[in-house]
């Protein structure tokens, strides 16, 4: 395997900024941007005019605008050298930072913002086209809730799926949003496992508590050259130091197994070029629109054995302290999902983490991450975009 490119540590992330969740909270992406900027400058005590490039995700409200990057860096004041929109949905925050690394490497910008900000349960202006209105809505197959029920039939059929593994991670996720005052205020409820089991079904088997919810919010990091973030004195330094990503695996295959997905190559393979072993991993925050997308990956990034990821769960203290701290800020199933930006929510907890900033919830002697993104459900298959990335401190 090729060196990683993010194997010197010569490209770091320097700050971390995220919005309050909110459901129908009536503002715009450009106004949750605002905000999330903000608090980057404020902790790099750096200005619009320090930087020099800018990614984002597309957001579900802003999606009929073909112009929106850079509108929206109009409206944050910056004059972009480059500009990045990655449309592989929750997917991009990982991918994005991967981006702005290869583009600050070879010289296309010195300080990159890596913005995340969406409005849907305000403003929704997406229209999901080719196989959904063709294949799905006519049968009613409504949107990704009914995929995953599939996905979980197909799954049941073939290993057998405990219930229970699945609430146990749904309370620790929500253990976590408890104590996170970024989250939804809604879901900062305590719930138990047979709250989880108890919950009505959706896609059968698919339960209420096994889903996000649409939401606004937004996130975002500040990242640079590691000598120019030390000439600057930024002490708080996080390194993405392997990544790897695909989009439609196996796409060849017209009769796939749905239960297999490209987190089986990217999970290991990022690993490997960090040179970790599961074992090695001290916390996971694995994209979370689905419970059971968290469960499969538990498998295919190599922490549990194929068809055993629900008995994982169930018998492993995933808590900040546990044996392995999963999602410790709640991930967006208890945090709120804000859109396309949701990935965001998962990466700047972990980043969150490794600069200690964990509160209550900080994970003991944190050095590193692994860090996921799933973007797109297509149709007869498993979910579209797989990446995987691990942070060091």
Same mark, same amino acid.
């Given at each position: 395997?090729?060196?990683?490119?993010?194997?010197?540590? !010569?490209?770091?992330?320097?700050? @971390?900024?995220?919005?309050?969740?909110?459901?129908?909270?009536?503002?715009?992406?450009?106004?949750?941007?605002?905000?999330?900027?903000?608090? /980057?400058?404020?902790? &790099?005590? /750096?200005?619009? *005019?320090? %930087?020099?490039?800018?990614?984002?995700?597309?957001?579900?409200?802003?999606?009929?605008?073909? #112009?929106?990057?850079?509108?929206?860096?109009?409206?944050?004041?910056?004059?972009?050298?480059?500009?990045?929109? *990655?449309?592989?949905?929750?997917?991009?925050?990982?991918?994005?930072?991967?981006?702005?690394?290869?583009?600050?490497? *070879?010289?296309?910008?010195? &300080?990159?913002?890596?913005?995340?900000? !969406?409005?849907?349960?305000?403003?929704?202006?997406?229209?999901?086209?080719?196989?959904?209105?063709? #294949?799905? !809505?006519?049968?009613?197959?409504?949107?990704?809730?009914?995929?995953?029920?599939? =996905?979980?039939?197909?799954?049941?059929?073939?290993?057998? =799926?405990? #219930?229970?593994?699945?609430?146990?991670?749904?309370?620790?996720?929500?253990? +976590?949003?408890?104590?996170?005052?970024?989250?939804?205020e809604k879901l900062r409820q305590k719930i138990t496992v047979d709250d989880y089991i108890n919950s009505r079904q959706v896609s059968s088997p698919l339960r209420l508590l096994d889903s996000v919810m649409w939401c606004d919010g937004g996130n975002g990091l500040m990242m640079m050259k590691t000598s120019r973030a030390k000439k600057l004195g930024l002490t708080d330094r996080i390194y993405p130091i392997s990544y790897d990503e695909i989009s439609n695996f196996d796409c060849a295959n017209q009769t796939a197994d749905i239960t297999k997905t490209g987190h089986s190559i990217t999970g290991p393979s990022a690993l490997?070029?960090?040179?970790?072993?599961?074992?090695?991993?001290?916390? #996971?925050?694995? @994209? !979370?629109?689905?419970?059971?997308?968290?469960? =499969?990956?538990?498998?295919?990034?190599?922490?549990?054995?194929? +068809?055993?990821?629900?008995?994982?769960?169930?018998?492993?203290?995933? $808590?900040?302290?546990?044996? /392995?701290?999963?999602?410790?800020? $709640? +991930?967006?199933? *208890?945090?709120?999902?804000?859109?396309?930006?949701?990935?965001?929510?998962? =990466?700047?907890?972990? %980043?969150?983490?490794?600069?200690?900033? $964990? $509160?209550?919830?900080?994970?003991?002697?944190?050095?590193?991450?692994?860090?996921?993104?799933?973007?797109?459900?297509?149709?007869?298959?498993?979910?579209?975009?797989?990446?995987?990335?691990? /942070?060091?401190?």
């Open positions: 395997m090729a060196k990683s490119f993010l194997a010197d540590k !010569d490209i770091c992330i320097v700050a @971390y900024g995220e919005t309050k969740i909110e459901r129908r909270g009536g503002r715009s992406a450009y106004e949750i941007a605002a905000e999330v900027a903000e608090q /980057l400058y404020k902790k &790099t005590k /750096l200005g619009p *005019s320090d %930087v020099d490039g800018v990614t984002f995700c597309v957001p579900l409200s802003e999606c009929s605008n073909p #112009f929106w990057s850079g509108y929206a860096t109009e409206y944050l004041g910056i004059s972009a050298r480059w500009l990045q929109t *990655s449309d592989i949905g929750g997917a991009s925050a990982i991918g994005n930072v991967a981006r702005a690394a290869m583009a600050i490497k *070879s010289g296309l910008c010195e &300080t990159v913002m890596i913005m995340g900000a !969406d409005a849907p349960s305000t403003q929704w202006r997406a229209y999901y086209g080719s196989y959904r209105n063709e #294949f799905w !809505d006519p049968v009613g197959v409504q949107g990704p809730p009914g995929a995953f029920g599939l =996905l979980m039939n197909r799954y049941e059929h073939q290993y057998g =799926l405990d #219930f229970t593994g699945l609430g146990a991670l749904a309370v620790a996720q929500r253990n +976590g949003a408890i104590k996170n005052k970024n989250a939804y490997k070029q960090a040179k970790l072993k599961p074992k090695d991993v001290d916390m #996971f925050h694995p @994209y !979370d629109d689905f419970l059971f997308a968290v469960m =499969l990956k538990t498998e295919q990034c190599g922490f549990a054995k194929e +068809g055993q990821g629900s008995q994982f769960l169930r018998d492993t203290d995933l $808590g900040p302290k546990g044996d /392995l701290p999963l999602n410790t800020g $709640g +991930g967006q199933i *208890s945090c709120g999902q804000p859109g396309l930006a949701g990935g965001g929510v998962n =990466l700047v907890e972990a %980043v969150r983490q490794l600069m200690g900033d $964990g $509160g209550r919830r900080q994970v003991p002697n944190a050095r590193n991450a692994l860090v996921t993104g799933i973007g797109v459900i297509p149709y007869g298959r498993n979910w579209g975009s797989a990446n995987a990335m691990v /942070l060091v401190n």
